[in-house]
């Protein structure tokens, strides 16, 4: 069956302008994670959904960013104003359930890069 | 808050060798779940390994083994006859028993040396 799909892989924007990270989660799943890993790091939570609605999104860095799921399966995740230090590979994941038991199943990530 | 500390950025094995990576982490629960991620240069995590916290038994998938201490607070995965597949990069991961996100370490380079 299809994975979690995450589009575009490589994505080079210029600093100060907005993008759009979309992420497709595996069919049924009702959990979505957005991760960033900046280089040589380990992934960082950035927001939670539960279906359409965001969790938990204490992992968010400012207001420049925002996520999305309006219909609980496909997210966005918007960055507004990019800085340099946005530069990351952004990880999507998907879960069956939320609970500690439920496996996260993951995507292959973004690479933004702000020039 | 959930910490994890992986103290060894990087670590190479020969074919056919054993190794072990190190994983401690920090939290005043009892009950949780502690992971290793393999991360190859496709850059998906891939689950190696999952540990519950209350099982006293070390978790094993084929030729990959944990060793976990909770009141050492320490999970370091052990892998068995390495493969050159097994060259990634490796990272322990804390989730709560109830929570939902996970909190990783730094990640350990393996180098796997035919």
């Known amino acids: 069956g299809a994975g979690v799909s995450q589009t575009p892989s490589n994505k080079v924007t210029e600093k100060g302008k907005y993008v759009e990270l979309r992420c497709d989660p595996i069919?049924?799943?009702?959990?979505l994670y957005w991760y960033r890993q900046s280089l040589g790091q380990g992934p960082e939570f950035l927001i939670y959904f539960q279906g359409t609605g965001a969790a938990d999104d204490s992992g968010l860095p400012n207001d420049r960013f925002f996520a999305v799921r309006p219909e609980g399966s496909v997210s966005t995740l918007k960055i507004q104003r990019t800085e340099r230090g946005d530069s990351a590979v952004y990880l999507c994941?998907?879960?069956?359930?939320?609970?500690?038991?439920?496996?996260?199943?993951f995507g292959n990530g973004t690479r933004l890069t702000v020039t | 808050a959930q910490t994890v500390t992986q103290s060894q950025p990087e670590m190479s094995v020969q074919e056919a060798e054993t190794v072990t990576l190190s994983c401690t982490y920090d939290t005043s629960e009892s009950d949780y779940y502690l992971f290793w991620y393999k991360q190859p240069p496709s850059r998906q995590m891939i689950l190696v390994i999952r540990q519950e916290a209350y099982k006293q038994q070390n978790a094993t998938e084929n030729r990959f083994s944990v060793n976990f201490q909770k009141a050492a607070k320490s999970f370091s995965l052990k892998i068995s006859d390495s493969q050159l597949g097994d060259a990634a990069m490796y990272f322990c991961a804390y989730r709560a028993w109830s929570g939902s996100r996970l909190t990783f370490g730094e990640g350990t380079q393996l180098t796997v040396n035919p």
């Open positions: 994941a998907s879960s069956l359930g939320a609970g500690g038991n439920s496996p996260l199943h």
């Open positions: 069919s049924g799943h009702t959990a």
